[in-house]
């Protein structure tokens, strides 16, 4: 009987210990499951570096589909497949075969010609067999197309003086036209062709330096930033009246960029800058505006948008948000930045697995295609179209995100893409209110990347200054290229006839779509 206390007092003790270990593997298998869940993250992220580095750019999709299959439960029971035109009716799909025509360079034809004669030589002129003299009878023809390498000229302007030869207390010399750069050796046409060359042809005023070397002419690259730089000045009435008319517009879109600006007053030279970019693309102003600023807060938004009250495209950087808000500016969003992160999610999956991404896609696409077959019908039936097909596409897909933002980890890639998705989708879907709304921000996009090609050879700007007459000068560049003119003969003319404009009507002329048949 003394014993029962003591065995009772070690069962107690035995309990405590179990209940610890118990305990103690709980933790332990806690912290394995977190750590499996950081592994498998880092797995992901080093291919997804791997596919960044490595693997195709590209965000083309096969224009057909295998069948979806996923096979978390989830997804088989509740997910509901986007319905696909004939890839989906079969097991087996043909696509027909076809062979890719042979592109063979052309020659317009309102390039000045040269005709080169070629003709037998005088003892070559009789028949072998009777001696009789050849008969002129015909010609075959074959064209090349030939270039001259650049070549300079220099200009030498005169200016006639005159005086009275009675009394000769009277002299007067002739005006010379304004210049683009007052006492500069710089022409037009020269000032014209280094700014093409950086900013079209992304080539860098160091390298050009090399080029006129080459034809017998030393150039040195701080003269020639410095003519860029004046030139960018030059065009800045042009700007002021392009930023108000883009505010015109009822549509614009928006982007940004980094840039780094060795020489800011107060920042390191490592810091980053930003190029901003406002584009429109209807047809009445079709124009993008560059802006230098050393930052991205949301007061660059709000000043470039001024009194602009129609509706903006961006992508998901939060800063547009609250001067949209403010503004009163319907805010819309891009769905080729909804869908690009699926496809960062889809190009580290394993070959041949299917899941969420896929599903994603696939629905995505179907947008585009009703945008494809729609993209030359009326706004009005473009809103129409957009109500009856489109609008039942993002309604299942708003039930398939749903359901699938509670089975996929917030920080894995499909995670993000999901969450993104959720974030950004009352601004994706607005785009069916109205027919003249666009999909996407490609137009923005499309108009930013000559600056980033550009980015890649130059790699930054020296001074603010430099940086804002960059954006001057890529603004008139790619509005000219916008309403297809030819860069160098629309900044030869406005180089030529900017210095002397005294009004605004003259230089609202100078604006592409005012000035289309104007330019040489």
């Not at 069962?11 to 933790?27: E, G, H, M, T």
């Not at 809103?383 to 509670?406: E, G, M, N």
Request: include cysteine.
């Amino acid at each position: 009987m003394e014993n029962k206390p003591d065995l009772l007092q070690e069962n107690i003790d035995l309990q405590k210990i179990v209940a610890d270990k118990d305990d103690i593997i709980s933790a332990q298998e806690k912290s394995l499951q977190s750590k499996e869940k950081r592994i498998r993250l880092l797995e992901e992220y080093i291919l997804s570096l791997q596919q960044k580095q490595f693997g195709s750019s590209s965000e083309k999709q096969e224009v057909l589909q295998a069948e979806l299959v996923f096979t978390e439960a989830e997804d088989t029971a509740e997910a509901e497949a986007p319905e696909q035109v004939d890839a989906f009716a079969d097991d087996t799909v043909v696509v027909a075969e076809h062979k890719r025509k042979k592109k063979r360079a052309s020659i317009p034809k309102e390039l000045h010609r040269i005709e080169i004669t070629h003709d037998l030589p005088e003892d070559q002129k009789c028949c072998p067999h009777d001696g009789s003299l050849l008969k002129p009878i015909g010609f075959e023809s074959h064209e090349q197309l030939d270039i001259i390498p650049a070549s300079v000229r220099v200009l030498h302007h005169k200016r006639l003086k005159y005086a009275c030869p009675c009394c000769e207390n009277y002299l007067v010399t002739a005006k010379k036209p304004a210049q683009p750069i007052e006492k500069s050796i710089a022409s037009p046409g020269l000032l014209a062709h280094i700014a093409t060359q950086k900013y079209v042809d992304a080539m860098p005023l160091y390298r050009q330096t090399d080029i006129f070397k080459r034809i017998g002419v030393e150039m040195d690259r701080t003269t020639l930033a410095n003519w860029m730089i004046r030139c960018g000045n030059l065009v800045q009435p042009l700007i002021n009246l392009l930023h108000e008319r883009m505010l015109e517009q009822t549509i614009l879109h928006a982007d940004e960029t980094r840039v780094q600006v060795l020489n800011e007053t107060g920042r390191a030279a490592e810091t980053q800058s930003f190029m901003w970019v406002l584009r429109s693309t209807q047809p009445t102003c079709a124009a993008v505006l560059y802006r230098y600023e050393p930052t991205r807060s949301g007061k660059v938004i709000t000043e470039l948008l001024r009194d602009f009250n129609g509706a903006l495209m961006t992508d998901g950087y939060a800063a547009y948000n609250a001067p949209c808000e403010k503004k009163g500016i319907t805010h819309l969003a891009c769905w080729a930045h909804a869908r690009r992160k699926f496809i960062e999610a889809q190009k580290i999956q394993a070959k041949g697995k299917t899941g969420k991404a896929d599903q994603a896609i696939a629905f995505i696409q179907q947008l585009y295609g009703i945008e494809k077959a729609i993209k030359d019908k009326t706004p009005e039936e473009k809103y129409q179209l957009r109500q009856t097909q489109s609008l039942p596409v993002l309604q299942k897909i708003k039930v398939w995100l749903d359901k699938s933002l509670a089975h996929s980890p917030p920080q894995s890639l499909i995670g993000k893409a999901l969450h993104y998705l959720h974030e950004q989708w009352p601004k994706l879907v607005r785009y069916v209110e109205s027919g003249d709304y666009p999909i996407d921000n490609n137009a923005a996009e499309n108009a930013i990347r000559p600056f980033v090609i550009g980015r890649k050879n130059w790699l930054f700007s020296t001074s603010p200054k430099g940086a804002t007459a960059s954006a001057n000068l890529y603004s008139v560049i790619e509005t000219a290229k916008a309403n297809g003119l030819e860069p160098y003969g629309y900044l030869k003319t406005i180089f030529t006839e900017l210095p002397n404009a005294t009004s605004l009507e003259q230089i609202e002329a100078l604006l592409p779509w005012n000035y289309k048949d104007g330019v040489s």
